[in-house]
T-cell receptor, first 111, second 117 residues
Framework: DAKTTQPPSMDCAEGRAANLPCNHS???????VYWYRQIHSQGPQYIIH???NNETNEMASLIITEDRKSSTLILPHATLRDTAVYYC????????????FGQGTRLTINP | GAVVSQHPSRVICKSGTSVKIECRSL??????MFWYRQFPKQSLMLMAT?????????EQGVEKDKFLINHASLTLSTLTVTSAHPEDSSFYIC?????????????FGPGTRLTVT
């Protein structure tokens, strides 16, 4: 069962920042938050991950609240190619390093 | 870096036949590979976890005799759908991980769309 909750869909205008929220209120102290996205009919793509500090890479920024119960993925200047389903995942740390994909957020970037 | 390929990208087969799907890590050695299945408008469902040289670990409800997984090397895993039926038609996706501190960073293949007629 997924340990995160996300809104099912969001819209964002091209060129604007897309802010995707994720709640993970049961996260424990040593669990990371991972973000992946899946563009239609393709395999998912790793975006970013974090523990408690904010993170940034060439794709996105990840803001994690101080209590770690929620986070926000930020795509600073969204393009049409960012239209995808975005998954926020807190991996199980016991046993195999598997990922459990929830329903994610379907982000649509509008021209 | 961290490129994963799958072959074939699409396959159509007749009911009752078997189909093999290959997953390769092209520029890294993958300690662990995963196989997922995705039905239309649904999320990815993990089928099994595969470690090189050992038997795959299947998720609950996945028939190990129907979905045969072989992980013969650190760069190749195969999934064979045996005696395929129309309900096996789906999008099959593999992923590979570097392991260690990056064990939750999974790199996914482009997927294989299987249609069983």
């Amino acid at each position: 069962d997924a340990k995160t909750t996300q809104p099912p869909s969001m819209d964002c205008a091209e060129g604007r920042a897309a802010n995707l929220p994720c709640n993970h209120s049961t996260i424990s102290g040593n669990e990371y938050v991972y973000w992946y996205r899946q563009i239609h009919s393709q395999g998912p793509q790793y975006i970013i991950h974090g523990l408690k500090n904010n993170e940034t890479n060439e794709m996105a920024s990840l803001i994690i609240t101080e209590d770690r119960k929620s986070s926000t993925l930020i795509l600073p200047h969204a393009t049409l190619r960012d239209t995808a389903v975005y998954y926020c995942i807190v991996p199980y740390t016991q046993g195999a390093q598997k990922l459990v994909f929830g329903q994610g957020t379907r982000l649509t970037i509008n021209p | 870096g961290a490129v994963v390929s799958q072959h074939p990208s699409r396959v159509i087969c007749k009911s009752g036949t078997s189909v093999k799907i290959e997953c390769r890590s092209l520029d890294f050695q993958a300690t662990t590979m995963f196989w997922y299945r995705q039905f239309p408008k649904q999320s990815l469902m993990l089928m099994a976890t595969s470690n090189e040289g050992s038997k795959a670990t299947y998720e609950q409800g996945v028939e190990k005799d129907k979905f045969l997984i072989n992980h013969a090397s650190l760069t190749l895993s195969t999934l064979t759908v045996t005696s395929a039926h129309p309900e096996d038609s789906s999008f099959y996706i593999c992923s590979a991980t570097l392991g260690g501190l990056r064990r939750y960073e999974q790199y996914f293949g482009p997927g294989t769309r299987l249609t069983v007629t």
